[in-house]
T-cell receptor
Framework: AQTVTQSQPEMSVQEAETVTLSCTYDTSENNYYLFWYKQPPSRQMILVIR??????QNATENRFSVNFQKAAKSFSLKISDSQLGDTAMYFC??????????????FGKGTKLTVNP | NAGVMQNPRHLVRRRGQEARLRCSPM?????VYWYRQLPEEGLKFMVYLQKENIIDESGMPKERFSAEFPKEGPSILRIQQVVRGDSAAYFC?????????????FGPGTRLTVL
């Protein structure tokens, strides 16, 4: 079974600065996806970024980028130029890749990020 | 282009009553997933359905819980004889079910409170 660990329950950062959220996972699979989802106070789950394990290049989405280290089973999220609207819970998630389509997501417990003005 | 719709957004039930949670996937999506989030916790997988089929129900309690995704209409998560421990946020997600674009998109959730 896969497990996802987020070792930082809470973090804070000043507006405009950079912050990195950690995530490690455990799996025996070779083909899989990794995701970061954001859950603001509204409780809506919003996809932030996605990474395919077979791609060596780290995914980026505007101010969000990942550092994917497959051998170390590490998948950290870097948020640059932090904004007040980035305040949220951030969840790291793992999904096995199959030919038949989708699989369930396995989530970490989350990191609560607060961006201070 | 409407996203995943869930209703109701908030549901209050007394112990012993039934709760019915509805989820309409995004247009073009044929795969539906239900997750439960307890307070201060991450989301936990419950069940994965395609039209008229349950694909994986390994995360769903064996008793009192059931799910369906009929040929027509929304997916339904049904909880019979609710207990206080069922109080949680229930999220539905959908995906097109085609590799590699099988990212799951979430609805706004239904917050169930059992009195």
């Amino acid at each position: 079974a896969q497990t996802v660990t987020q070792s930082q329950p809470e973090m804070s950062v000043q507006e405009a600065e950079t912050v990195t959220l950690s995530c490690t996972y455990d799996t025996s699979e070779n083909n899989y996806y990794l995701f970061w989802y954001k859950q603001p106070p509204s409780r809506q789950m919003i996809l932030v970024i996605r990474q395919e394990a077979y791609k060596q290049q780290n995914a980026t989405e505007n101010r969000f980028s990942v550092n994917f280290q497959k051998a170390a089973k590490s998948f950290s999220l870097k948020i640059s130029d932090s904004q007040l609207g980035d305040t949220a819970m951030y969840f790291c998630a793992f999904m096995k890749r199959t030919r038949g389509g989708s699989e369930k997501l396995v989530f970490g417990k989350g990191t609560k990020l607060t961006v201070n003005p | 282009n409407a996203g995943v719709m869930q209703n109701p957004r908030h549901l209050v039930r007394r112990r012993g009553q039934e709760a019915r949670l509805r989820c309409s996937p995004m247009k073009g999506h044929s795969h539906v997933y239900w997750y439960r989030q307890l307070p201060e916790e991450g989301l936990k997988f419950m069940v994965y359905l395609q039209k008229e089929n349950i694909i994986d129900e390994s995360g769903m309690p064996k008793e009192r819980f059931s799910a369906e995704f009929p040929k027509e209409g929304p997916s339904i998560l049904r909880i019979q004889q609710v207990v206080r421990g069922d109080s949680a946020a229930y999220f539905c997600a959908s995906s097109p079910g085609t590799v590699p674009t099988d990212t799951q998109y979430f609805g706004p959730g239904t917050r169930l409170t059992v009195l």
